[in-house]
Every structure is written in C-alpha cells, then in structure tokens.
C-alpha cells in the first residue's frame, strides 16, 4: 500500500496555497505538516533552502510549488490511465 502524501506547509503562504488548490483540483488526496519553528530542522532535512512547500510521497521528497503541480497531474494520470491525444486535423494545424 502506498503512503499518503505529506504537504509541509505554511497556511498563509501563496506557494503552499498553490500547491493545496493544484492537490486539491487533481483529487491527491494528502495531509498539512505545518512548519513551525519547532519542524524547521525537519524541513530543512528535506529542502535545504528552507521553504515550503515540500511534498513527501513514498520517500521522495518534491519541492517548489510547481514540481508538486506537475506531480499532482502525474497522480492524477495515473489513476485515470493515459489521456488520448486529439488526433483531429484543426488540432494537429499549424496554421
Ligand atoms: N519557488 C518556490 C518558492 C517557495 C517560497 O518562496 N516559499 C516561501 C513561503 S511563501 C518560504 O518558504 N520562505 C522561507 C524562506 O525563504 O526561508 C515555490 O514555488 O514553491
């Protein structure tokens, strides 16, 4: 059985925010670590630059809000199979 995915996050961030919105829209579901003063060594283990948000699934470790958008869209293929490509005549147009 896979991990849930762990979102380190601060609430009022736009980054994290961003993040939650793309989870969120791409149905991933996940838990908040909120960074306190306390996790920050934490996150730092994870992020060495020291800014959230960061993703953990299954022992890897994203940060930076767009590599978890772009993850949140893999997981999201993933459950629902390959998308098909349009292979209408307009599409392939280059004009
Ligand atoms: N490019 C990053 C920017 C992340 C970022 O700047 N996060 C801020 C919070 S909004 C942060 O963690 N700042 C703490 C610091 O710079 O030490 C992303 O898109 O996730």
Do not use: Q
């Not at 149905?27 to 306190?36: E, F, H």
């Not at 020291?50 to 958008?69: C, F, N």
């Amino acid at each position: 059985m896979r991990e849930e995915h762990l979102l380190y996050d601060l609430r009022d961030s736009p980054f994290c925010m961003k993040a939650r919105i793309c989870l969120h829209l791409k149905g991933v579901s996940y838990r908040t670590v909120t960074v306190t003063a306390r996790r920050y060594r934490e996150l730092r283990r994870l992020n060495p630059l020291g800014k959230v948000p960061v993703l953990v699934h299954d022992g890897e470790v994203i940060a930076d809000s767009s590599s978890i958008a772009r993850r949140a869209r893999t997981v999201s293929s993933w459950r629902n199979g390959p998308t098909r490509r349009s292979t209408s005549s307009s599409a392939r147009s280059s004009g």
